[in-house]
């Protein structure tokens, strides 16, 4: 199956920690070692936040290799703390991001044992906050040394760094979030790119937005 992770952040009856939620497809969540908080999923709304202090998780969806795509709507209640989606996850605070950060703008890490490298920054061509009620559908596309994210199918960001080459797991990482305020995420999916040489299909099909930076 192409797809290997889908989750819309529904069905619960209360605000859950992400690691006692359930998705749908490949969506059993564990907190990153790494890390001392995780998301949490709000059950009005059907979405996930990170917890106030440094968030990570990694679901259980199994790539095929190395290269898939992350594809998630991230929608924006205030302009407060940070939310990324994440590839090559390890479960010690390795991995690649990418996503927003209030005051700083679009951005793409390394993480390598918890020690930061920012890859690439787009913080001038499209400012370094967002639309308060705005929603933006982003897309990491991790293709062995090509990382690469694309905001409303613009590519806003690139890299050519490898340093991580283990598969991992996709996953989610972020900051300084609330159930109504800061940045939170919506219609998570990852999806082995090519199978049978066809291009796979994510579960989710979003209309098409004009990407509209301040």
Avoid at 61 to 66: D, E, I, L, R, S
Avoid at 80 to 99: F, H, K, P, S
Avoid at 109 to 134: I, P
Avoid at 136 to 154: G, I, N, P, Q
Wanted: hydrophobic content about 35%; charged content about 15%.
């Amino acid at each position: 199956m192409a797809t290997f992770l889908t989750d819309t952040f529904s069905g619960e009856s209360g605000l859950v920690f992400l690691s006692s939620h359930t998705g749908e497809t490949g969506a059993t969540w564990t907190q990153d070692a790494g890390y001392g908080d995780q998301f949490v999923v709000v059950n009005t709304t059907g979405r996930a936040y990170p917890g106030a202090s440094q968030s990570a998780n990694y679901s259980s969806g199994v790539p095929a290799t190395a290269e898939y795509d992350i594809e998630a709507d991230l929608i924006c209640l205030s302009n407060v703390g940070n939310v990324q989606i994440c590839a090559r996850m390890d479960g010690n605070a390795t991995m690649y991001m990418a996503g927003f950060f209030q005051g700083s703008g679009w951005q793409l890490y390394k993480q390598v044992a918890g020690s930061f490298t920012l890859l690439d920054t787009d913080s001038t061509t499209h400012g370094t906050s967002l639309t308060t009620s705005q929603t933006y559908e982003l897309k990491f596309e991790v293709r062995d040394a090509a990382k690469k994210l694309f905001v409303d199918s613009v590519e806003l960001l690139s890299s050519a760094d490898n340093a991580i080459t283990a598969k991992g797991k996709a996953g989610v990482r972020g900051s300084d979030g609330t159930s109504t305020t800061g940045h939170h995420l919506d219609n998570l999916t990852a999806y082995d790119p090519v199978v049978g040489g066809t291009k796979a299909r994510p579960i989710f099909h979003r209309p098409h937005r004009f990407f509209r930076g301040k």
